[in-house]
């Protein structure tokens, strides 16, 4: 058994015993009841269940949770599909993604969602040039699988929010 | 009347039916031979047209409707195997029929209600043995990079035409055309399953193995896709499931050929058989 210590979308858990083999995704899911992050492959292929791992340096990468145990994410801040929204508002993300008919039976928008997130984020902090940002938009979701329409209308979202606010993005 | 419900099934909308109300608006007794042609009527670009008279914007309708305590709103239900429920509803002084089997109206800002239903048929489940095929057309161009010395291809740009009758959301016809193509791109490149021991049952397969098509694996800024009108003005929704899919996989084999001159019988057609076919 291991102590967990974890941050979820800004909220501090107390502290709870976790098996040392239960699957973050498990946690996530049928502890804690947040079913927004999916099950997909169970190996870390489609990613359909990748949430937000934020750094203490103000960095954030995305992680699976299907073959990373609870107990490896103590200490950790992370962000899932629930904490995109704000005071009941969709971020511009959100908004893209249904705007654009992004996603039909939704199983892997979370990962996507928390993907682009984070590249927007990577962008605000180091932005890109025009002229590379359609390469650097699909090898961010490229690990990404989505099995019924999305490929194209996600990759036109995530663009379409990107060029809507260029100073913040783009070099 | 503004509820803009589509029966399930193609044919005419439901909206138009209730809605003999609009004669009102439209200034036509109930007495004048033209009331007798209000299934006529047809939405058009949010409007409701009359062949001869003025076209009614949905706003005015629904300020109207709402004003006077027409119908604002209506649910229905219904039920198929390869043909639809029925019923007749008491709707006023008229008895409507449809081919739903449970309506609900509701007038002005009021609650839905449910109106008393007769002569309810359901089609017979001897049905449930018919196949039916509604025939949505679909055609593809591919053209192909290959690249010599390993054999990976690239698929430069592509375009998808296809007919489905009227597109109830087109967004999501699109939506499933681009989905449909890159599983098109799977089925000729990417996913097989071998049989025998080494197979899916042998209880190791997963994506990892059985590859899918990717964003990467997809011309993402040049796929284009074609969407062409019903074939008549009154033609159903057919139905398009993954119709785009199918030729994708000639396509690329064709395109393929054309750069290798090597014609493939077996799918998919890896990047190792590419390279054999560029050496």
Known sequence: ?171 | MLARIRQPRPRGSFSVSVCGRQLELWRIASTDPLAKDWEKARWKDGQLIMPGLTPLGLPALAAAAHARNFVTGAITHSFSRWAWSRARFQFGAEQYRAEIDALALRKGGGKFQRLDRVSVKFPPTDNNRIGTTYTSMCGTLVRVEIERATGALRIAKAYSVLECGQALVPEIVLGQSQGGFAMGVGYALLETLPPYEGGPGNGQWNLGQYLVARGSDLPLRDLEIEMLPPLTSDEPPKGMAEVVMIPVVPAILNAIFDATGRRFQSLPVTQTMLKGATA
């Open chain 1, 1 to 171: 058994m291991t102590t967990l210590a974890i941050t979820i979308n800004g909220r501090a858990l107390r502290p709870t015993e976790v098996r040392d083999d239960l699957t973050m995704n498990d946690f996530l899911r049928e502890h804690l009841g947040m079913t927004g992050t999916k099950f997909g492959c169970g190996a870390a292929q489609c990613l359909s269940c990748a949430v937000i791992v934020d750094n203490p340096d103000g960095t954030s990468y995305t992680s699976p949770t299907c073959i990373a145990s609870a107990a490896s994410f103590d200490g950790k801040a992370i962000r899932t599909v629930e904490g995109h929204a704000k005071n009941g508002e969709l971020s511009a993300l959100q908004k893209a993604f249904i705007s654009h008919f992004a996603f039909q039976c939704g199983y892997c928008t979370a990962g996507f969602l928390n993907e682009a997130q984070v590249l927007l984020e990577r962008l605000a902090k180091k932005p890109v040039a025009r002229a590379e940002l359609e390469k650097i938009i699909a090898a961010a979701l490229d690990g990404h699988i989505c099995r019924c329409t999305g490929y194209i209308k996600y990759h036109e979202a995530v663009r379409d929010v990107i060029l809507a606010d260029p100073k913040r993005y783009l070099a």
